[in-house]
């Protein structure tokens, strides 16, 4: 049974960094892991995917430059480095994980993801 543990939310202030950990268990096939967030009375937007063989990554255009996605091969770990913070970036945050090959695709739709972690809370304040 796949599972993704999210860690490393918490509250910052305006301009603070935060890194968040998504450690996989349990699986045995990772084309990508991905990073969403969803704010209070909003959908669950996508914000940054990392191609697991390759190290590709695609960012959403509200992150890209500020996010990075990376990954630790030996602890099947994923990380979103969070800079420049804003209140706007207050939501919980989710890993997702995608077992399925795929080509050609941005995967940065819920839908393309199989495997959810329980989410971590951010929250940025001015």
């Known amino acids: 049974q796949v599972q993704l543990v999210e860690s490393g939310g918490g509250s910052v202030q305006a301009g603070d960094s935060l890194r968040l950990s998504c450690a996989a268990s349990?699986?045995?096939?990772?084309?990508?892991m991905g990073w969403f967030r969803q704010a209070p009375g909003k959908g669950r937007d996508f914000l940054a995917r990392?191609?697991?063989?390759?190290?590709?990554?695609y960012y959403a255009d509200s992150v890209r430059g500020r996010f990075t996605i990376s990954r630790d091969n030996t602890k099947n770990t994923v990380y979103l480095q969070m800079n420049s913070l804003k209140p706007e970036d207050t939501a919980v945050y989710y890993c997702?994980?995608?077992?399925?090959?795929?080509?050609?695709?941005?995967?940065?739709?819920?839908?393309?993801?199989?495997?959810w972690g329980q989410g971590t809370q951010v929250t940025v304040s001015s």
């Open positions: 349990g699986t045995y096939s990772t084309y990508a």
């Open positions: 997702a994980l995608r077992s399925r090959y795929a080509t050609g695709l941005y995967l940065n739709a819920n839908v393309d993801y199989d495997y």
């Open positions: 990392l191609t697991w063989r390759s190290g590709d990554t």
